[in-house]
């Protein structure tokens, strides 16, 4: 069985840091893309952050230069380093693990965790 388990979240005050983590169990997790996603009130789902298997990382915008992914394949586990938060960042911030081979695609998610970004 699948699972993946975000760390919790919480309330930081604008310019605080938090980081997340997502430890994961039954998947092959070094062969994994694994991501963090968010979505606001009101909005949609947006990427954050991805790290591959080869740890190239890809980041929204919006977070460049303020967060960091990063991944321990002996802990199966992704993180995400949040500096410089902003009340826009606030969201439900989702763990993901995708990979694609040649038959079908595999998407797994946490059940997400709270960032409050507020003085």
């Known amino acids: 069985q699948v699972q993946l388990v975000e760390s919790r979240g919480g309330l930081v005050q604008p310019g605080g840091s938090l980081r997340l983590s997502c430890a994961t169990s039954g998947i092959i997790f070094s062969i994994f893309t694994m991501g963090w996603y968010r979505q606001a009130p009101g909005k949609q789902r947006e990427l954050v952050a991805v790290?591959?298997?080869?740890?190239?990382?890809n980041y929204a915008d919006s977070v460049k230069g303020r967060f960091t992914i990063s991944r321990d394949n002996v802990k199966k586990t992704v993180y995400l380093q949040m500096n410089s938060l902003k009340p826009e960042d606030t969201a439900i911030y989702y763990c993901?693990?995708?990979?694609?081979?040649?038959?079908?695609?595999?998407?797994?998610w946490g059940r997400g965790t709270q960032v409050t970004v507020s003085s």
């Open positions: 790290i591959t298997s080869g740890r190239s990382t």
């Open positions: 993901n693990a995708h990979r694609e081979d040649r038959d079908r695609a595999y998407d797994y």
